[in-house]
């Protein structure tokens, strides 16, 4: 095999109060890659999408990851990367990390699949790095496992795959921009003990809830009182979004990432269709652009486009 | 019926990265208590153990939440609690906790079984409320729920039982005082975010460990990286056990509630055996008097002794 196109999924990290360590990947939106190996040891970026990406190797979190693997690998080998790009960069559902993961991914099916699924998320880490300026997991460990992923630990890297119960996912993503240095400045480097200890009786919460096909536990759980408070300001109509989505039926939701998505989850599709339109209308109303998706939890990761 | 006797379980809570939410319960050891309907609306204490209790009801855990139980109940009613005492005051095994637990179970028992696990156990924190000065639920809620329990919240209370692959607990009690208000004071009212995530990370992996019966998984989780460096200094020889009993074939464990007892926990009886016994060389050797238990975790709590 010469050539590979592969499906590489939006992914929602900083699961509310599961902040840094809790992820999911979507069935929609989507971006593709066509992998080809070449006769030489070069790293070509070819870009077929609308939005503009960096074409020199060292600047692209494709090829970045790729030359990660590249140089485990041990033996001269070159890729062509074909990026299609469906996932809008700076959406935050995990843009760059649907590209770093996939592109591992397509070349480890290439090479003739000769490495785990933990090492590749380390390849794709350092893709993440290039867009990001940190070795982050929480994306690129579930666009790679698919479901709801727990990253327990970056160093050493343990990643945990979590089992859910059936969860159907509204996002709107408001047209603006948040620069990542931006939402991380907002965030204090200490917190309090006390509100700490809240958020982690959430985070067992929530993981019990998911593992016992509990909704109503999933909902009680879905609570963030450390960096929710702080981010969501920066993202207009945060509350109103969340607090009228959850009165239209949903169990709840936050932030995706660092913003300015935002996701709510729901136990149906009916009521993720009018979670949907819930936010239609408030960003209607208020005369900003945006987009929404509703999406079921994708339970396999990147996919071959077969 | 007009009398019943139960034997209240110790309980382990702080249950290493789940401080303050994260706690279950014991085999051994266990308090008896007998309580017994009385003609008049009194509650009378009546000490059977080798230990020092308060008999006036104002001042005893027991009936402080018996007390709780019977203002809610409405109707003019009196108890004789009868007390033996088997777990250590001040040892950290929640030894108040079986007091406060046992006796609203028992007294519910006597009334014909109205209240449900969950407000018992609300009447049970105003028993530990006179004990440690707040209204904390992580030893109570074990003692009535039995397993491995989750306090998510405390206002509005939300427990959750949680299940567990078997365990075996060694459980060491160097005879020193360490005093609540000492625990308390030596931590910090803040942390750094990026020590609480860690933690949250590690309170996420232990709870899917115990769901999905994943011995690797528990024993990788059980680090605390907040509140036991900061306490383990008042015990002495803490970090000799716990290196030792990990060395011994341990999964790991921490510090039992705020000390000073050490709980280790492991996959089967001979490990938790030969834990024990290090423990004990290190205890001996040191020339510090100590008791030590091995227990399975008590699936039931609270039981009649019939």
Known sequence: MN????????????????????GFALNEPYDEMTLRLRDD????????????LPLEPEKNVASVAVMSLVERFGKKVGFDIEITKNIKPGSGIGSSSA?????????????????????????AMDGENIASGSRHADNVGPCIYGGVTLVRSINPLDIVSLSSPELFVTIVHPQIEIKT????????????????IKQWGNVAGLVAGLLQNDYELIS?????????????????????????????GSLGGGISGSGPSIFMLSKDEKTARNVEKTMSEI??????DFHTYVSTINKYGIKNDE
């Open 3 to 22: 050539e590979i196109t592969i499906l590489s999924p939006a992914t929602v990290a900083n699961f509310v109060c599961g902040y840094d360590v809790l």
């Open 41 to 52: 040891s070069e790293i070509k970026i070819i870009n077929k999408s609308d939005y503009d």
């Open 99 to 123: 590209s770093a993961a996939g592109a591992v991914v397509a070349a480890n099916i290439l090479l003739g699949d000769i490495f785990d699924k933990k090492t590749l998320v380390d390849f």
């Open 181 to 196: 240095s931006d939402a991380r400045k907002i965030l204090q480097p200490r917190v309090f003990l006390k509100d700490a």
């Open 220 to 248: 009680r759980s879905l609570e963030d009182f450390l960096i929710e408070p702080k981010r969501s300001i920066l993202i207009p109509a945060f509350d109103e979004v969340k607090q009228k989505s959850i009165e239209t």
């Open 283 to 288: 960003y209607t109303r208020i005369g900003l």
